[in-house]
């Protein structure tokens, strides 16, 4: 079946960087972009960016230019997601999701998600 | 930046019926999809293209899309539908999400 598979739960200090992977399984890697979205404890969903594995072509949210990294192993179907100068409220879960183009993009499945926690 | 509106919380009692809105300029002219997320666990969609269900969600689960506002239905509600739901839309190639609605059986 399709399947997003992410990393552990990591603890970072303030100014730290952090690399979430995900692996893809049950489908074309190359075929389907991957999204990254995050999730603050008992909040909502926030959009990040996304990658084309295909390609390796990115596109970043405004709020994360800079401090966002997107890349892909094709031959290993994984892509990571690395945030550079982390701060608190950078506390979160963090998901992969596949991106399905259905008339729009939706997002199915998700990756089961990595917490992500930054403290001083 | 577009914006999607969700009101907080809705409550509904077992088997009765469910609705969820979501409001966005002309979100009508739009696609609009669905996500339930329940605690702990990762978004599930439930809903795209307005009203298409993905293989694996049971019927009770639908959805409209009109003029600025979207609507998630459910039909026959179950202690097990409750769960947060999230509206997503595009906007200029944006993925924009609504703030969440938590949904309570009771």
């Known amino acids: 079946q399709v399947q997003l598979v992410q990393s552990g739960a990591e603890v970072k200090k303030t100014g730290a960087s952090v690399k979430v992977s995900c692996k893809a399984s049950g489908y074309p890697f190359v075929s389907f972009d991957i999204y990254w979205v995050r999730q603050a404890s008992g909040q909502g969903l926030e959009w990040m960016g996304w990658?084309?594995?295909?390609?390796?072509?990115?596109g970043y949210g405004q709020k994360f230019q800079g401090r966002v990294t997107m890349t892909r192993n094709i031959s290993i179907s994984t892509v990571y997601m690395e945030l550079s100068s982390l701060r608190s409220e950078d506390t979160a879960v963090y998901y992969c999701?596949?991106?399905?183009?259905?008339?729009?993009?939706?997002?199915?499945?998700w990756g089961q998600g990595t917490l992500v926690s930054v403290s001083s | 930046s577009y914006e999607l509106t969700q009101p907080p919380s809705v409550s509904v009692s077992p088997g009765q019926t469910a609705s969820i809105t979501c409001s966005g300029d002309k979100l009508g002219d739009k696609y609009a999809g669905w996500y339930q997320q329940k605690p702990g666990q990762s978004p599930v969609l439930v809903i795209y293209?307005?009203?298409k269900r993905p293989s694996g969600i049971p019927e009770r689960f639908s959805g409209s899309n009109s003029g600025n506002t979207a609507t998630l239905t459910i039909s026959g509600t179950q202690a097990m539908d409750e769960a947060d739901y999230y509206c997503?839309?595009?906007?200029?190639?944006?993925?924009?999400f609504g703030g969440g609605t938590k949904l309570t059986v009771l």
């Open positions: 997503q839309a595009w906007d200029s190639s944006t993925v924009v």
């Open positions: 999701a596949r991106m399905v183009v259905l008339a729009a993009g939706w997002f199915d499945p």
């Open positions: 990658i084309n594995p295909n390609s390796g072509n990115t």
């Open positions: 293209q307005n009203n």
